[in-house]
């Protein structure tokens, strides 16, 4: 078993292999869906139960087939949160690039603006009320 993730659009990495007996499997399949998660949850590998069902819905048929050489299951991990709504940005509602333009432009006066205060020590010797010798 392979856990693959889209660490950038486009830009897939593999984050984890486990290997298993599929002997090991196939039959904890038959006895059902807790028996199977009993066999693929490791300490490197502890998926959740809803995965899990996930896993043994579509691993089912790939066991009782002798020719099927492998089996791909597609999650979504935020199937994991069912009402919460995927984040997307929309282009329409904000303009990055005006932003960061903004936030990056100073101005000759607001540069002055900030240097005209005195950033000089206003302490003298005698007070010792800044620093404790």
């Known amino acids: 078993m392979t856990e693959l ?3 950038d659009p486009g830009v897939v990495q593999p984050l984890i292999k486990e290997a298993y007996e599929l002997e090991t499997v196939a039959e904890a399949s038959k ?7 009993a066999a693929i949850r490791r300490r490197s590998f502890f998926p959740t139960r809803d995965l899990c069902e996930k896993l043994f819905d579509h691993t089912v048929a790939f066991f009782t087939d002798p020719d099927a ?3 791909v299951v597609e999650y979504n991990d935020t199937e994991a949160f069912p009402g919460e709504e995927e984040f997307q940005l929309d282009e329409d509602d904000v303009e990055l690039d005006a932003l960061l333009e903004e936030d990056g432009d100073t101005k000759e006066d ?3 603006e900030i240097d005209s205060d005195d950033d000089r020590p206003t302490f003298t010797p005698e007070d010792t009320s800044e620093h404790e010798n």
């Not at 006895?31 to 998660?37: K, N, V």
């Open 5 to 7: 993730s889209e660490v």
């Open 31 to 37: 006895e059902g869906i807790d028996a199977f998660i």
């Open 69 to 71: 050489d492998k089996v």
């Open 110 to 112: 607001e540069m002055k």
